[in-house]
């Protein structure tokens, strides 16, 4: 599966929009673009899912270009509970499952 | 119930001791991850199971780690002749395959293991 790559942490303040940008240059024609957002001491959360062009739910949206090796999470007008790591991966939805890879994510830090 | 169960949510224990940690994962999902998260990284990949078998131990450390999964539901993960270095956070997660899968992985709240 691609490997992806985002920024290690980003700074942003409540109200504001938030975009954090995951490249995955070898992503495959069967493959969509998942983020997840982790609080400390607690497991990751599923945010939001993508193939191409752009999905919106309640939480997010999430951006992908044409050529799909890049995506962009949109957290819109953050508060300070947004304050979490976010992580981009790479999943095969065929067959009967994979080895879903995290990496560091990113930290996002909201103030007032 | 509900969501993933992990248990224990805390497991202190001594260089060189045996250690088992379950995972009850959401009923009906067929897929069962093991995870383990040290400070300030990102989830590691231990192993997934697709029903009783495991489909990738890629990520298993080394032979003194090994999962079971006998009926394709609770899940345990035993640690032998356990090091300072296994101490970490143990994550379980779960996932529907077949027609309802959507690739959301759904993560218990970890055990917390200390190796003193």
């Known amino acids: 599966l691609a490997k992806t790559t985002q920024p290690i942490s980003m700074d942003s303040y409540e109200g504001q929009e938030v975009n954090i940008t995951c490249s995955h240059n070898?992503?495959?024609?069967?493959?969509?673009i998942t983020w997840y957002q982790q609080f400390p001491s607690q497991g990751p959360r599923f945010i939001i899912q993508?193939?191409?062009t752009k999905v919106t739910n309640e939480v997010a949206s999430l951006f992908i270009p044409a050529d799909r090796k890049s995506s962009t999470l949109s957290l819109p007008r953050v508060s300070l509970s947004d304050t979490a790591v976010y992580y981009c991966l790479v999943v095969r939805l065929t067959g009967g499952g994979n080895k879903l890879t995290f990496g560091t994510g990113t930290q996002l830090k909201v103030e007032l | 119930g509900a969501g993933v169960s992990q248990t224990p949510s805390n497991k202190v224990t001594e260089k060189g001791k045996y250690v088992e940690l379950r995972c009850d994962p959401i009923s009906g999902h067929t897929a069962l991850y093991w995870y383990r998260q040290s400070l300030g990284q990102g989830p590691e990949f231990l192993i997934y199971?697709?029903?009783?078998?495991?489909?990738?131990d890629s990520g298993l450390p080394n032979d003194r780690f090994f999962a079971v999964r006998p009926e394709g539901s609770v899940s345990t993960l035993k640690i032998q002749r356990t090091e300072r270095g296994d101490s970490a956070v143990y994550l379980c997660?779960?996932?529907?395959?077949?027609?309802?899968?959507?690739?959301?992985?759904?993560f218990g709240e970890g055990s917390r293991l200390t190796v003193l």
């Open positions: 993508g193939y191409k």
């Open positions: 199971f697709q029903g009783t078998g495991a489909a990738d």
């Open positions: 997660a779960s996932r529907r395959t077949g027609e309802m899968n959507t690739g959301e992985l759904f």
């Open positions: 070898n992503i495959a024609t069967n493959d969509y």
